[in-house]
């Protein structure tokens, strides 16, 4: 036990011992000796945690680690963190069920190392120097910054290509396909671009660091090769909610507090209620989700030309604290009868058009989602305007909370400021149990 904490102990400044193996000072090599006295008085087992440091890895987690296993996936109720790398997919076309296997174990033990902010397979050296190193090191020293990595299904893994001839069924998934799990339909002013839609497969990285979350997309799209390709990915540097009572609700890129009416982690009847897959779906999927990412461009110029009244009548909030235009703080409940008098008649303080108006849950049958987009800038354009937006990111129960909310939205004031350029529905199994991997209980 006392070994095993000396050995914990030294590993928790792994990426400073891995660094000082190149260049040992007197601290490094204390550590060192350290961690060797105390594998000799273990065993095997400090030997081994040895081993794993002049492997280039370390065993113990970084301190900021989130997590990978558990009864759900991380990176849903996990409090936001500021910086997302997003990818999506696809399977090389004749690759079976045995290769998709292969992938996700290997991406689930890729996975358990990132999120731990430790080296992949055998880190940055490998074992014969004509060789690629195991991991690409760009987040080498920097900890493991809450990185999280949520894993997601498209549905076309269960009924293969579009117009491909009976029977398609590649991964031998065509029973399993969950009843929930249908297309997203095409919305009113959808402009989507199919560069930047679906997929087979999607990740989502979170971290505190842009250069955790873009490493660790690399390095699972290296481990892919030769089964799956990259075929998009965002890179989203602002959370636009909160997934957590202690945070602070962000800002969006049109400047208004967002997600302030988000389920909450603390709020777990509602999680149950509301986000997690339950007794309708099939056992693979129970406490799992659907994740619906939205590419949203924003024309944030000609927004920033609209008036604060303007601005504010379209939200139906206040723009510096976020409060309800009926009235009150940011997290009182809007009043949609509240009315003023206007002339011979009333006038509804929350327009009828407005955005939370029209998505609030009092509007839709009572359905809410887990929303946790990031905002993005993609550069420019070349006639001063620049690519901006939110890379929207829903969690549901059911993908058709997303389909009614979307749809309520059709007279949406916002819709003349914003365009759905890319798009995808997911299917995210549920949590990975330690020895298993992402989505085991669907091929069982
Ligand atoms: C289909 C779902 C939604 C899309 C797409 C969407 C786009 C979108 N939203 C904002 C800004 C805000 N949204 C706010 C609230 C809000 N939005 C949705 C759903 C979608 N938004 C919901 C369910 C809610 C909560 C409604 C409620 O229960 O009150 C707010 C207000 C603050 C908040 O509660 O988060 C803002 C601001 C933008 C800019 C946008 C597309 C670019
Ligand atoms: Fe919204």
Known sequence: MMAVEQSAENEKEAGEVDSELLRPSRRGLFGLLGAGAAGLALGGGGGAALASHLAGGSEAPDSGSVPFHGAHQAGIVTPAQDRLHFAAFDMVSGSGREELIALLRDWTSAAERLVRGQEVGTGIE??????????????????????????????????GREGASDPDDPFGLRSRLPRA???????????????????????????????IAVHAIRNLARIAVGRAHLSWSQLGFGRTAST???????????????????????????????????AEAPEWMRGGSYLVARKIQMTIESWDRASLDEQERIIGRTKREGGPLSGGA??????????????????????????????????NGGARMLRRGYNYVDGSNGLGQLGAGLFFI???????????????????????????????????????????????????
């Open 394 to 444: 829903s969690f549901q129960r059911d993908p058709e909370t997303f389909v009614r909310v979307q749809r309520s939205l059709k007279p949406d004031l916002l819709n003349e400021y914003i365009r759905h350029i890319g798009s995808g529905l997911w299917a995210i199994p549920a949590g990975v149990q330690p020895g298993g991997f992402i989505a085991q209980a669907l091929f069982e």
């Open 244 to 278: 957590s009572r202690r945070q602070d609700t962000p800002r969006n890129l049109f400047g208004f507090k967002d997600g302030t009416a988000n389920v909450m982690a603390e709020d777990t009847a509602s999680l149950e209620q509301h986000i997690w897959a339950g």
């Open 126 to 159: 490998p074992s014969n120097a004509l060789l690629p190193p195991d991991d690409t090191g760009e987040a080498t020293g920097l900890g493991a910054g809450h990185l999280t990595l949520t894993f997601g299904l498209g549905r076309r893994l269960f009924t």
């Open 181 to 211: 799990f249908e297309p997203l339909p095409s919305f009113a002013f959808d402009l989507l671009d199919a560069t930047q839609s679906g997929g087979d497969l999607c990740v989502q990285a979170c971290a505190d660091d842009p250069q």
């Open 330 to 363: 940011e997290f009182d409940q809007p009043d949609f009868e509240a009315a003023v008098p206007a002339g011979d008649t009333e006038e509804p303080m929350i327009d009828v058009a407005a955005h939370v108006r029209l998505a609030h849950p009092d509007h």
